[in-house]
């Protein structure tokens, strides 16, 4: 029986500029990601994307929308993570540096695919069109992705 783990991740956009961190330790580290992670028992999905950012970011953020679900697999393990992708342009504070992350402002013509999850130049340009979408992608060793899948929905 495959386990299934439920994950965020929140991409603060504000045209024509995209807020990322440099992950600074733990899964991930030195790649630009949004922000986001686990989701606590007992804590709804779009509460634990809130509470991810305001530990990752120090930011209090206003309406999420929904973009997007991703399936993650590596070969040879049976664990799914299924990460919730958020986004949203309203939020209150400025970004601040955490334990965790470095947060940055990259224009959307500057993101830096080649220092960021490899999977992410291939969903990433759907979201910043505002469009929904699902994915799934299979991973190999290191950051290789030996399949994967990304399709336009109408809702997610």
């Avoid at 809130?50 to 040879?76: N, T, W």
């Avoid at 939020?91 to 960021?116: A, C, H, L, N, W």
Wanted: glycine share 12%; with cysteine; proline share 3%.
């Amino acid at each position: 029986m495959e386990g299934r783990k439920i994950l965020t991740l929140c991409m603060i956009y504000q045209h024509p500029r995209v807020l990322l961190g440099m992950k600074k330790r733990g899964f991930g580290k030195g790649r630009w990601n949004g922000f986001g992670g686990h989701v606590e028992r007992g804590e709804a999905i779009e509460e634990g994307a809130r509470r991810e950012i305001k530990e990752e970011a120090g930011l209090e953020v206003g309406k999420l929308s929904k973009h997007g679900v991703i399936e993650f697999k590596r070969r040879g393990k049976q664990e799914i993570l299924e990460v919730h992708v958020f986004g949203t342009d309203a939020f209150s504070g400025e970004p601040t540096e955490s334990e965790e992350m470095k947060p940055q402002r990259f224009d959307v013509d500057k993101i830096p695919y080649s220092q960021m999850w490899s999977d992410d130049k291939h969903w990433l340009p759907l979201f910043l069109q505002g469009k929904k979408f699902t994915a799934k992608f299979l991973f190999g060793q290191g950051d290789r992705v030996l399949k994967h899948g990304v399709t336009e929905s109408d809702s997610v």
